[in-house]
């Protein structure tokens, strides 16, 4: 499942050392694009938690490939590559990009502003608050399961954390990559103050938040 970042899809020893952590996309190219920050998001946590895994779990030994049947747009890719995983043919055996860790608070930072407008066009809404009311709302009045409702959990979950931090930029707030499971992301205030709205975005799309995700 393309969306399942609470889990590693596959994990096999490899006979030099070490293990190779697969992660499966088998959407289409078209189905990548429709809505490529979500893509983005979901992908680089994906490939962040799996490394953490890796660290906790094997003592660092092993790499993380992103198996993908459908062609990645590039800012996908740039972004799965930068976060640390190289891509592979959807066996997981070919890789077609390596890896090239470096930083993606900046790729995140935009791909969460990009994906909160894009929910906020879709409701057809003229403000961001406007926005988060409508779309908490929604989820409080159907809550998902993240295990049996992986591919619209998630998806949910990030729909109402963007659009959370969009409203926390007005006090400068930018979102960074953290070593935090499953979920690596926060946001950081100038002051060093560092929030998570996927955490409370997780507890209202499962009908247990007691607090409001902008709280």
């Given at each position: 499942?393309?969306?399942?970042?609470?889990?590693?899809?596959?994990?096999?020893?490899?006979?030099?050392?070490?293990?190779l952590i697969v992660l499966?996309?088998?959407?289409?190219?078209?189905?990548?694009q429709l809505v490529p920050s979500l893509s983005i998001l979901i992908a680089v946590a994906r490939v962040l938690a799996a490394r953490r895994a890796l660290e906790l779990k094997f003592d660092g030994k092993g790499e993380v490939r992103y198996a993908v049947g459908g062609k990645?747009?590039?800012?996908?890719?740039?972004?799965?590559?930068?976060?640390?995983?190289?891509?592979?043919?959807?066996?997981?055996?070919?890789?077609?990009?390596p890896?090239?860790?470096?930083?993606v608070?900046?790729?995140?930072?935009?791909?969460?502003?990009?994906?909160?407008?894009?929910?906020?066009?879709?409701?057809?809404?003229a403000d961001l608050a406007a926005a988060l009311k409508q779309t908490e709302a929604r989820r409080v009045a159907a809550p998902l399961d993240r295990d049996k409702d992986t591919e619209r959990y998630w998806p949910a979950v990030l729909e109402l954390a963007s659009l959370a931090g969009?409203?926390?930029?007005?006090?400068?707030?930018r979102w960074?990559?953290?070593?935090d499971l499953p979920v690596p992301f926060a946001m950081k205030f100038p002051d060093g103050a560092?929030?998570?709205?996927?955490?409370?975005?997780?507890?209202?799309?499962?009908?247990?938040?007691?607090?409001?995700?902008?709280?």
């Open positions: 499942m393309w969306a399942r970042v609470h889990k590693l899809d596959r994990v096999r020893a490899q006979p030099t050392g070490g293990v499966e996309d088998g959407r289409s190219s078209k189905q990548i990645l747009p590039s800012e996908v890719s740039e972004a799965i590559s930068r976060a640390g995983a190289a891509i592979a043919d959807v066996t997981g055996d070919k890789v077609e990009v890896a090239q860790p470096s930083g608070a900046a790729i995140i930072d935009i791909a969460f502003s990009d994906l909160a407008h894009h929910v906020r066009g879709n409701l057809g809404v969009e409203l926390s930029r007005s006090r400068g707030a960074i990559e953290t070593r560092i929030s998570h709205p996927t955490v409370v975005a997780q507890s209202i799309v499962e009908g247990s938040a007691r607090e409001p995700v902008d709280g």
